[in-house]
């Protein structure tokens, strides 16, 4: 038996991954769950704005590198990453007021709000498709690795060697400080108060004195640079596909609602949970489990429960299993 291999693997495979997914899920989550929790509706062009920043990005990515400007082993999409924020930035404020804010004075209902927010998703998917085109955009550039498997395996000895990717180990740091930062502005802010007071109670924020159209700005410019920033580090972990985009949606909203529509806490717990279950049970265990067991009982088979062409399925049924059984989340945020 040799459990050190195995965990190596493990690492390699599943929890690395998994953890820069869910790092990349949650900061998604919290944008669609901000959208709801404040402005009260299911925002289902979040994909897409996205998309949509990202490239942004990705175009002053391909203006930095065709100028000669880098950041030496990190990638040049960080220096370019302050431009995809503002076009984001940008355009959700234009949609906001040509779009969101006429049904807003109407009191429209959260479905017709959804029913809108689908339109604004195939409008954005259309510019972006027309803009950067359909197929898949490498714009990547640095170090690749800050530590490689053979690397590793010449430190260690070891038959198997740890591979840390820039990007995974990018995408958790950045992660961290966002989500940090993101937290003192909610809960230290006069601005972040206001925000949490009309999420509470609308009626009573008004009555305080609380400007609801720049709650409504604010939030917008938060989202657009929650969600460009999940985009950019998605892309530079995978690579930048628009339709991806409007697939990653599912696993989005199944983080905020598994987590606690409404609830910033649980997007984030919920972005880990849909991750790791994505990847367990995609992952072939086969590797792993003849590290950990006689030879003679070593598995023939992948041990794979389900292909990667089905992870989106995982999503799904986690999804169907806490709204038919808990649907306030895990972290009680409003019923769904």
């Known amino acids: 038996m040799d459990f050190l291999n195995a965990f190596i693997a493990l690492s390699n495979f599943v929890i690395i991954p998994a953890v820069a997914y869910g790092s990349q899920l949650a900061l998604g989550a919290l944008g669609v769950t901000l959208i709801y929790g404040i402005l009260r509706f299911s925002n289902f062009a979040h994909g897409d704005t996205m998309a949509f920043g990202a490239m942004v990005t990705v175009l002053m990515t391909w203006f930095f590198q065709a100028q ?10 960080l220096l370019a ?6 076009g984001c930035m940008l355009l959700v404020l234009v949609t906001d007021r040509a779009v969101y804010r006429f049904y807003r004075a109407q009191k429209a209902k959260p479905v017709i709000f959804v029913i809108v927010s689908l339109g604004v998703t195939f409008i954005l998917n259309g510019i972006v498709r027309f803009i950067i085109g ?3 955009q490498r714009f990547l550039d640095g170090e690749r690795f800050i530590i490689s498997a053979r690397t590793f395996r010449e430190m260690t000895g070891l038959r198997e060697g740890l591979a840390f990717k820039t990007t995974q180990g990018i995408t958790i740091v950045t992660a961290v400080v966002v989500v940090a ?28 004195g609380i400007n609801p159209e720049r709650v409504v700005m604010v939030t917008w410019l938060i989202v657009a640079a929650l969600a460009t920033t999940a985009g950019v580090l998605y892309g530079l972990d995978k690579s930048f596909k628009p ?6 949606l599912l696993p989005i909203f199944a983080s905020a609602i598994v987590g606690g529509l409404g609830n910033p806490l649980g997007a984030i717990a919920g972005g880990f949970v849909i991750a790791f279950s994505e990847v367990t049970v995609t992952y072939a265990w086969k590797k ?15 041990l794979q429960l389900l292909s990667t062409d089905y992870k989106f399925a995982v999503s799904f049924l986690i999804l169907l299993i806490v709204l038919l059984f808990k649907p306030t989340g895990l972290f009680k ?4």
């Open 288 to 302: 792993v489990v003849t590290y950990i067991v006689p030879e003679e009982v070593a598995p023939s088979g992948l």
């Open 134 to 136: 359909p197929d898949d």
């Open 181 to 208: 930062l993101l937290f003192w502005f909610l809960n230290r802010t006069r601005t972040g108060k206001s925000m949490r007071a009309y999420s509470d109670n609308e009626d009573l924020a008004l009555l305080s």
């Open 333 to 336: 945020g409003k019923a769904v």
């Open 81 to 86: 990453l302050p431009f995809g924020i503002l």
């Open 68 to 77: 000669g400007v880098s950041l030496g082993p990190l990638p040049t999409a």
């Open 243 to 248: 339709f991806t985009y409007f697939q990653l």
